[in-house]
Nanobody, 124 residues
Framework: QVQLVESGGGLVQAGGSLRLSCAASGRTFSIYRMGWFRQAPEKGREFVATISWSGGNTYYADSVKGRFTISRDNAKNTVFLQMNSLKPEDTAVYYC?????????????????WGQGTQVTVSS
């Protein structure tokens, strides 16, 4: 099993920044890819960013390109999401996820483990 715990959410003004962290434990050696997703009220879970655990290859949703950066620290089994130039439409619960296997995907249903989520609220 893999356990994921997110932290770093909060309330910020539009244009501000937050850095989310996701600490992984358990069978972390089996992780191939990690990602960040978000879910706003009355909306489905939306892909934000993903990173391969070994190579560090990244991919972003168009809505966050140029503003968000995903990174990882393999020695600490931690993935980060640096969020800059935040907008009110970024308000959501942000979830960290881990995927086993080798395929690339942005679909939430293809990820195997999920954290509890952390709330990000951006005021105008």
């Amino acid at each position: 099993q893999v356990q994921l715990v997110e932290s770093g959410g909060g309330l910020v003004q539009a244009g501000g920044s937050l850095r989310l962290s996701c600490a992984a434990s358990g069978r972390t050696f089996s992780i191939y890819r990690m990602g960040w997703f978000r879910q706003a009220p009355e909306k489905g879970r939306e892909f934000v960013a993903t990173i391969s655990w070994s190579g560090g290859n990244t991919y972003y949703a168009d809505s966050v390109k140029g503003r968000f950066t995903i990174s990882r620290d393999n020695a600490k089994n931690t993935v980060f999401l640096q969020m800059n130039s935040l907008k009110p439409e970024d308000t959501a619960v942000y979830y960290c996820a881990a995927k086993l296997g080798t395929s690339w995907t942005t679909r939430p249903g293809d990820y195997d483990y999920w954290g509890q989520g952390t709330q990000v609220t951006v005021s105008s």
